[in-house]
Every structure is written in structure tokens, then in C-alpha cells.
């Protein structure tokens, strides 16, 4: 499917956006830009060509005003369809001259499988719009009378839909005429030309005009000669459009920004009536007329059954440019909010202010040492790696404090040792600011905290965004929507709150850190009377649900522009989550009714999902990503292919309860049953898990690494030796305390311990 989007994007000159639907023909949405084709199955590459070819021309060029005018005039349809295919794959050849052996290789196979129902038939006794039909799709051997060869000459002259039209009225009028000179064909007994006789062609002289006629027509490869001049005002490739199509042109400078929900499933046909170009080839309803192409009617029949209608439908959506200005809430915003809303609390009781401000002041404090003691082993560690990873050279120069073994030593050069140059890191990380984070809060700051406090001493550059889709319901966003969306892209909901930069001062950062301590705190709140009564958060910062693939779209552009900013040569881009996200239901959709632009929603729906990052072309189906969370592995796939050297990844706390355990569902869900032989297998990782404060699960849910974790209230921040007042110890107790000591340092931090891991 992919070579037959590039196919007719080539073919329409244009960046169009081709998919596969679930429809008996092609259609071409005006408005949109959107081509739509069938889902073809068992079929052959120059088949699979040919009507893509054959599609497309029809999609492109025939206009829908055509069909309705056949109806009115009471035309075989299948006449006029038969002439249209003459015209518009004589565009499709003259514009593009490979078709040409496309054409000819599709049809001889579709001739041999019968897809005309000619096998075992005499083409003489087949009518002249049969004729006709079968010498343009490449039956060999088609006879013709000379009066019947100004037929077959007029049908190549067509340039206009109007002109086929025209020239299907004229040829039925002459067939009727001449019915006693027609062929009749075996299978049209129930038609009401029982008056045709045998027909008197294929003599020698009808076989050689026909030769020398086509031979005008095409040449030795089947090329169609371009027998007008390009001065005429005329170009059989791109037929003149109609007026409706104009209108429609003129009508898409007019837009109305309607965010209502589209009533597109109880009044699709009459809302996109004005913008669809539906294919000719469809077939129709050729009801009471006397004229009908037999071989037409047999390959509408034939190509239904190509459709493979167990495949499903596909639906397809468009990766949205953010805007991220409309997305992110900048951080001075957010304290300003704090700031307005806590102040006031305060006012009528300061207990709950001193009380958690106290808590964070212990917590920074306690933290202190552990965090110099990880920068030192960072430093180390990174050393390490720089050194293991360090060349040694000749530099050419002799070494004169070596020139004194020269009888039994070759090498007197000075030698250099070169150190793999360091690149410079960059963290953004993407906090869960949903409610079931609410019982981990406090635990999860304080370990957000020493990242912060880390990254500080170490000088990473450091975004932290909580991505909420609250910000903007509250703040009443008077267009429904995070930005403006084009046609097709995926509809987001969600804020990113810059919670904390690098390029924050020192008291704005302290002052962050203790309105997000206060927010945290009034779920564990037990004392109110000791404590004071915990403050309610600010309604546009309340927590809410999980927009985690939003906010994944929103990476796609973020990243990039941070790298770019911070000038950092190595991404980290750290999601830290306790639950999966809440699926994308909605495109945004570009309509047009009553000659009006409107746009709305419009839903997914059931069957294969497609997602495009129009920017860069890369798709992602959900056939190749299972379970529930497909929708946000099939994003990362997409975020990664725009990043490939990004570090993406996952801090999964999954630990519930006051303990903060983690159970079986949870290390399932992340680890899958891949590889698993049994129950016991998957409860010794849950052990594994809370043992050590974390499992490292590579490739999970469709980051590059996910970090298991329990949950962060589980945590103590005690790194002092456990020693007592006036007790003697020895040096292997000393040594046992000092390095207990030292692992409580890591254990106790395991976000940090695993992302000084990651970096150094």
C-alpha cells in the first residue's frame, strides 16, 4: 500500500493524502486533499498498478457533477463510463508515458482471467461500446467496420467530461440506428436489442483500416500519440475543470471556525457532497436503457471481488504541529497562580504553611550529602568510562628520557593519550499530574527533588513539564482545542506545565518546590489541629486524568527545540507515569455544507489505525503494536524515528498501598507474557522489584527502557551511620555500617540512581 500512495501522490502531482478505505471505488476529497482508494487483494504488481492508475485518473478527473448529469439525461451509465475511461486513461498515458506498458501488461492479465467474461465468446458478436471497451483495455484482434472506426476515433478526441457525454449520446443514437449491423453477444438476451442480426464485420478490409487507424493512434510500445498541438488550448491530461469545481476553490477562502462535533454519521453524503469526487468506475443503474456495455457491467462485478473485505477498516490520523506557546503554561504563570491562591490561605491559618515548608527544609537538608555523594560517584563513573574508552597514540616525536634504551627498545616516540570527547546532556521530564498520582505525590517530589537538586550541581540543563488536561477546562479556552489543527490530525487535550527550568533563579525554585509540597501534602494530612487544615490546590492545577500520548505529540516538537536551545548533544527524555494514558477518540475534521466550511470532531472508529507524522512521512500502524496500550507504543515508535538519539524513557511507579508494594498485574502489564514460562517466573521479578527498588525492563510498553518502581512514600531519606552513643564497634562493623551507609545513599533514590546511570 505504501508503493501505491507514492504511486498516485506522483501521479497527482501533489502531497496529497492517500488511504485505504473500505469502499467499492476510489473518491477524492476536494476540500481536503485526500484520496481515498479500495482495499485490493490477491492481486499481481501490474494489476495493482493499473488500477491505481486507472483510480486515480477517475478520482482526479471525473467530476461528480458528471454522474448527475447522466442521471437527468437518462444515459447508460455504463456507455458513459465506458468513453470516460477511454478519456481519462488517454490523460493518465500522455502525462505519464511508462503507464503506457502498465496499462497494457494489467489488461492482458485481466483479459486471460476473464475479468471481462470474453473467454470463449466471439468478440464480433459483442455490440460496438463492447468493442470499443475492449480494444482500449487491449483486447488484440477487436474488428471493426470503417463506419465503426469514426467511432473508435472519436472516443480518443474526448477532452472534457462534457464532451463524453456528448459522445455517448451520439454513439447510442447510432448503435440504435444500426442495429441490424451490430454484433449480439450470448449474455444479453434479457437486453431490449433483440432486433440485432449477425454482424458483417471483420472482413480483411475492416482489418486493415483498423491497423492503419491505430497505428496513427499508438505506436509500437502502445504509446498514444499526441496527435494535437499544444496551441489548440486544449491538454488531454488535465481536462477542464467544472464549475463546481471552481466554486469549491472559491469557497475554501471562506471558513468558519465552528467547534461543534460534526454530525457526520447521520448526514456524511449531504455535508460532503460539494468537496467528494466519487470514481466513475463504480458502475450504476443503467435501468430501462436499450444500450448497455456488457464487458462494463463484468468488470464492476469483477472488481468487487477483488475487494478484500476481511481486512477491516483503516483509519487513518495526521500527527498534529503543536503549537507549543498554546500548550505550555510558563512557569512564572504558575507560581503567580501559587503564589495569589496560597497567599491567601495563609492568611486565615499558617500552620499548614510553616509545617510543610519545615518538612521540605529537612528533606533539602537530608539530601544535601546524599546528593554530593552521587555527584562524586557520577564524576567517577563518567571518568571511568572516559578513561576505559581512551586511545593511546604516537605523536612522531622522539621521547628523550627513552633515547637511552635505544639498543634494546623500538618505540622512543612520545606518546599521547586521548580522551573520547564528553557530550554534554540535556534532561526534559514529563511528570503525571493525574489523580491516582495523589498518594504518591510526596514521595515523588522528594525524588524529583534530588534530580533537580543533582542536575543543578552537575549543570545538566533540565525542563519539567506536568501534563494535565485541567489547565485549559478551567481556564474556559473559548476554541475547545490546544492549537489549531489541520484536517485528519489528531485532536489533543492537554496542558504542559513548566513546573520547573535550569534557567530558574534560586528563589523561584525554592518557592515551586514548597507550593508543589503543599499541594502534595493535603492528601496524607492526618493532624489537622497540629498541623493546620491542608489548603486546597488551585482549581486550574488540580490533578486530572492521564494525557500521556497527548503529550508524547507534544515531545515530538518539544525535544527537538530544547536540544536545540540548550544546545545539549545528548536527549534524555524521562516520563515519569504510574498508570497508562487516555486514549486519543478524535480527529479533527474540515467539512463543507450549504456551501459553507465547517469544521468539529469526528471519531476514530474500530479497525487498523494508521498514524502519519506528515513533517517527516513516517507512518505507524497499530497492526504491528497489541494491547491496551497500543495507541501510545505506536507514538513512541514515531517520537523515536524523529529522535533516534534520544534516551526515552520510563519511570513506572507502580507500587499502591501504604507500603508501596508493587504486585503481579503490574510487572505483567509492563513485561508482558514474552519469554515467560510461568506464573512463578513473573512473581520472582514482583520480588525482584521490591527487593531492590526497582526492575529494569528494556523495551517496555514501547520506551527504550522502563524503570519499575514502588511506590516513592516507601522511601526514607535517613543516609547517616546507624551507630550507636557509647558502643565499642570493630572494623568490619564499621565497614558493614559506612557501607549500608552508602547504598541507603542510591537505594533511597531510585529515580536518581538510575538516571545518573543513564547519563554517565
Known amino acids: 500500500m505504501k508503493d501505491l500512495s507514492l504511486l498516485a501522490k506522483l501521479l497527482a502531482e501533489e502531497d496529497i ?32 498498478d493499473l488500477m491505481t492508475l486507472h483510480e486515480v485518473g477517475h478520482a482526479l478527473w471525473t467530476p461528480l457533477e458528471m454522474m448527475d448529469k447522466v442521471k437527468e439525461q437518462k444515459i447508460s451509465f455504463s456507455v458513459v463510463n465506458v468513453l470516460e475511461d477511454v478519456r481519462i486513461e488517454k490523460a493518465v498515458q500522455l502525462k505519464y508515458k511508462g503507464a503506457v506498458k502498465i496499462f497494457n501488461k ?19 458478436n459483442y455490440n460496438l461500446i463492447d468493442r470499443i471497451n475492449l480494444h482500449y483495455k487491449h483486447h488484440t484482434d477487436v474488428p471493426f467496420s470503417n463506419d465503426e472506426m469514426v467511432w473508435v476515433k ?64 499508438y505506436g509500437d510500445n502502445g504509446n498514444i500519440s499526441d496527435s494535437k498541438s499544444e496551441d489548440e488550448g486544449s491538454n488531454p491530461s488535465a481536462p477542464a475543470k467544472s464549475e463546481d469545481e471552481d466554486s469549491e476553490e472559491t469557497d475554501e477562502e471562506t471558513s468558519s471556525n465552528g467547534s461543534e462535533k460534526s454530525d457526520e454519521d447521520s448526514d456524511g453524503e449531504s455535508e460532503t457532497k460539494d468537496v467528494t469526487v466519487e470514481s466513475a468506475s463504480k458502475g450504476g443503474d443503467d435501468g430501462d436503457a436499450n444500450i448497455v456495455a456488457t464487458t462494463d457491467n463484468a468488470s464492476v462485478k469483477s472488481t468487487e471481488n477483488m475487494l478484500d473485505k476481511d481486512a477491516g477498516n483503516y483509519q487513518y490520523s495526521n500527527i498534529p504541529s503543536v503549537d507549543l506557546k498554546k500548550v505550555i503554561v510558563p512557569t512564572k504563570e504558575i507560581l503567580d497562580i501559587f503564589k495569589n491562591h496560597y497567599l491567601n490561605e495563609k492568611k486565615h491559618d499558617d500552620k499548614y504553611w510553616n509545617k510543610t515548608l519545615n518538612e521540605l527544609n529537612k528533606t533539602k537538608t537530608d539530601s544535601k550529602k546524599a546528593v554530593s555523594y552521587m555527584v562524586k560517584e557520577f564524576e567517577m563513573k563518567k571518568s571511568a568510562d572516559a578513561y576505559a574508552r ?25 606518546k599521547v593519550t586521548t580522551l573520547p570527547g564528553a557530550k554534554n546532556h540535556g534532561l526534559v521530564l514529563f511528570l503525571d499530574w493525574s489523580g491516582s498520582m495523589a498518594h504518591n505525590l510526596v514521595g515523588t517530589m522528594n525524588q524529583l527533588y534530588n534530580i533537580i537538586w543533582f542536575c543543578n550541581r552537575v549543570n545538566i540543563p533540565f525542563e519539567v513539564y506536568g501534563f494535565s488536561n485541567v489547565f485549559n477546562r478551567k481556564m474556559g479556552n473559548k476554541s475547545g482545542y490546544a492549537q489549531n489543527f489541520k484536517s485528519g490530525d489528531l485532536v489533543l487535550n492537554v496542558s504542559l506545565l513548566n513546573l520547573f527550568s535550569s534557567k530558574m533563579k534560586t528563589q523561584e525554585q525554592n518557592d515551586m518546590m514548597h507550593y508543589l509540597y503543599m499541594l502534595a501534602s493535603r492528601w496524607g494530612c492526618r493532624n489537622w489541629r497540629t498541623d493546620g487544615y491542608p489548603y486546597q490546590e488551585p482549581s486550574m492545577l488540580a490533578l486530572g486524568s492521564t494525557p500521556l500520548n497527548d503529550t508524547i505529540i507534544c515531545a515530538m ?21 504510574d498508570g497508562a494514558s487516555n486514549s486519543i477518540h478524535d480527529r479533527f475534521h474540515v467539512y463543507k455544507r450549504d456551501g459553507q466550511i465547517n469544521n468539529g470532531q469526528q471519531g476514530i472508529g474500530y479497525g487498523t489505525q494508521i498514524f502519519t507524522d506528515v513533517k517527516s512521512g513516517n507512518k505507524v500502524s497499530s497492526k504491528d503494536y497489541k494491547g491496551y496500550s497500543c495507541q501510545t507504543k505506536m507514538l513512541l515508535a514515531l517520537l523515536k524515528k524523529k529522535m533516534p538519539d534520544t534516551n526515552i524513557v520510563n519511570f513506572f511507579v507502580a507500587g499502591s ?17 514474552d519469554g515467560m514460562q510461568s506464573y512463578r517466573e513473573m512473581m520472582n521479578l514482583v520480588k525482584k522489584c521490591n527487593k531492590e527498588n526497582v526492575l529494569i525492563v528494556p523495551k517496555g510498553q514501547g520506551f527504550d527502557v522502563t524503570y519499575i518502581l514502588p511506590g516513592p512514600n516507601k522511601f526514607e531519606m535517613n543516609t547517616e551511620l546507624d551507630l550507636e552513643d557509647g558502643v565499642t564497634y570493630n572494623k568490619g562493623q564499621l565497614k ?11 537505594a533511597n533514590r531510585p529515580l536518581l540512581n538510575n538516571f545518573i546511570k543513564m547519563v554517565a
Open 154 to 217: 472519436k472516443a480518443n478526441e474526448t477532452i472534457t467530461s462534457d464532451d463524453v457525454i456528448e459522445l455517448a449520446k451520439e454513439l447510442i443514437k447510432f448503435i440504435e440506428e444500426n442495429k441490424d449491423s451490430q454484433g449480439k453477444d450470448t449474455d444479453t438476451d434479457d437486453l431490449e436489442m433483440v432486433d440485432m442480426g449477425q454482424s458483417s464485420m471483420g472482413n480483411d478490409s475492416g482489418q486493415d483500416k483498423n491497423s492503419e487507424e491505430e497505428s496513427e493512434e
Open 17 to 48: 493524502h492517500v488511504v485505504h478505505r473500505q469502499q467499492p471505488t476510489a473518491m477524492f476529497d476536494v476540500l481536503n486533499r485526500e484520496l481515498s482508494l479500495p482495499i485490493w487483494k490477491d492481486m499481481s504488481k501490474n494489476i495493482q
Open 657 to 673: 498501598g501504604r507500603k508501596g508494594t508493587v504486585n503481579y498485574n503490574a510487572v505483567r502489564d509492563v513485561v508482558g507474557w
Open 736 to 746: 558493614r555500617a559506612f557501607g549500608k551507609m552508602s547504598n541507603g545513599k542510591t
Open 390 to 414: 581512551a586511545t593511546t597514540s604516537k605523536t612522531g616525536t622522539l621521547d628523550m628520557g627513552q633515547l637511552h634504551t635505544y639498543k634494546y627498545n623500538d618505540d622512543l616516540f612520545a
Open 106 to 124: 494489467g489488461y492482458q492479465e485481466l483479459i486471460h482471467s476473464n475479468f471481462f467474461e470474453t473467454v470463449g465468446k466471439e468478440i464480433e
Open 557 to 577: 516538537d518539544l525535544i527537538p527545540q530544547f536540544k536545540k536551545t540548550a544546545g545539549v548533544q545528548k536527549m534524555h527524555t524521562v516520563f515519569l507515569t
